[in-house]
């Protein structure tokens, strides 16, 4: 790959036959290890300031930030 997609998660794509290798869904199953228990561990809040630092570029930081301010304000009331 050529890359730690972990650091880069901006420059994974899943659009055409060259890029297969860089698909995040396939990337996400090569990490876990197909768990998929482990691959929602890390999507726990106390995960988030990470995932907040390296999704600054693909949009991540910004569903985060959304997730945050609307559906847990209204679905909590807080």
Not at 26 to 34: F, I, P, Q
């Amino acid at each position: 790959m050529g890359f730690d997609p972990r650091l880069r998660s901006q420059d994974l794509r899943s659009t055409g036959k060259d890029d297969v290798k860089r698909g995040p869904k396939r990337v996400l199953d090569h990490l876990t290890v197909g768990d998929e228990v482990r691959a929602l561990r890390g999507l726990h809040r106390d995960n988030h300031h990470t995932l907040e630092a390296r999704g600054e570029h693909n949009g991540l930081t910004d569903f985060l930030s959304d997730i945050r301010e609307r559906l847990i304000r209204v679905v909590f009331n807080v």
